[in-house]
Each structure stands twice: as C-alpha cells, then as structure tokens.
C-alpha cells in the first residue's frame, strides 16, 4: 500500500544533541510538509517542499532545518535541540495542494 | 487571513447514535478545499472527509457526512452509528486552490475531542 513513513517512530536525544528524522513517501507526490505537534494542540507547519522549491515558515526556529534530497524522501534537521522541542513530528504530502496524507510521526524526547 | 474554528472543544456520544462536530471559517478565496481529520490518541493523524469549495453537493464517506453552508462559511462532521472506534481528537482545516503564500498550507482548528461511550 502506498503510505508515508516516519522513522524513527521514538527518538530520544540530549540537550544540544544534533538530531535527524526521516520521512519516506511511496505516493508520488510532488509536496512534503513538516509539522511539529504538541500536546493536544493543532499541528504547525515548520515548513514544505514544493517540489524541489523550500518554502520556511516565518517563525520556524533557525535551530530546525530540512533537507529534501529526492522526491521520495525528506529529512528534518534539529541542530541543537532545547527541552522546548520535544514534540510529535509529522511528516504529510500531497499531490500539489490537495489533501495531504500524514505519516505515523516522530516522537521526540529531550532530556 | 484564513481561520478555522472548532467551538467544540470536547464532545460524548453514546456507541450507535449521531454526532455533529461543528466548523466554521473565514477565507475571502471562492475556490479551496476544507477536510476534517481524525487523530486516535498517540495515533496517525487520518484524512476522513473532503469538501471541494466549487462543489455543491455534501461529500460523504460511510458513516461520515459533511453539512457544508459555503454562504455561512459553516462546515460540520456528522457521524452516524458512532463506534467506540470513531474515539479520537477531530481537527477541521482548509486549505486554499489558488496560488500565493497559502498554498498548499493547512489551516487548522483547534480541534474537537470526541468520546464515545459503550
């Protein structure tokens, strides 16, 4: 079945401690998003690809960066992460900018 | 700027009844999408509905049913047969069809949790 992947499904890294998530996608499709989701709360975009176009959110940290080396697969980079970045991280994609289809997310824990 | 807003921010329904999760929105676009999705607890995020803004008639899949009032900017979820299953946090959201810094971003709402009683 097609489907987004997230790995890994729980991370747990040090404070400042460099720290890399994956997403993979067998859909094909030409968008891939970030998000950062905490408790209860509504997820927020931390930035997308369009295709090989980066578009950043205006108050995504400088801390959080991504890379997009193909169009299966999205990489998001925390270069030093704080305890204020512990989060659920959710990748999504869509084919242009229809519905976007969720991977299982990224738990990440900073100690 | 586009809002979403869930005004529900919890509600019950008993396994086997309705239940109508309430959107509304503001948007000065005339052609966009508007979805609700569902999230179990510590769960993938699911995609259950979709609304095409040009298109008048209600979509509908299985038990899951909008009510969608463009002139009101309204677009409610209605469940029928609930099942414990159905249990879960319930984010409405938009997106715009047309191009600019919107597009392809979702806009969501705050989110609507929904407890099924057996």
């Known amino acids: 079945d097609a489907m987004v992947i997230q790995n890994p499904r729980y991370q747990v890294t040090q404070f400042g401690k460099p720290v890399t998530l994956s997403c993979s996608q067998t859909?094909?499709?030409?968008?891939m998003y970030w998000y950062q989701q905490k408790s209860s709360q509504a997820p927020k975009l931390l930035f997308h690809y369009y295709d090989k176009d980066f578009n950043n959110e205006a108050d995504t940290p400088d801390n959080f960066q991504s890379r997009r080396p193909n169009t299966s697969f999205c990489f998001l980079d925390i270069r030093s992460p704080g305890l204020g970045d512990a989060a659920m991280y959710l990748c999504?994609?869509?084919?242009?900018?229809?519905?976007?289809?969720f991977g299982p997310g990224t738990r990440l824990t900073v100690l | 700027a586009q809002t979403v807003t869930q005004s529900q921010p919890e509600m019950s329904v008993q396994e086997a009844e309705t239940v109508t999760l309430s959107c509304t929105y503001d948007?000065?676009?005339?052609?966009?999408?508007l979805f609700w999705y569902k999230q179990p607890p510590s769960r993938q995020m699911i995609l259950v509905i979709r609304q095409e803004a040009y298109k008048q008639q209600n979509a509908t899949e299985n038990r899951f049913s909008v009510n969608f009032q463009k002139a009101a900017k309204s677009f409610s979820l209605k469940i029928s047969d609930s099942q414990l299953g159905d249990a879960a946090m319930y984010f409405c959201?938009?997106?715009?069809?047309?191009?600019?810094?919107?597009?392809?971003?979702?806009?969501f709402g705050q989110g609507t949790i929904l407890t099924v009683h057996p």
């Open positions: 999504a994609t869509s084919r242009r900018a229809r519905a976007q289809y």
């Open positions: 959201a938009y997106t715009p069809n047309a191009g600019g810094t919107s597009y392809g971003k979702l806009t």
């Open positions: 859909l094909n499709h030409n968008v």
């Open positions: 948007t000065s676009e005339s052609d966009y999408y």
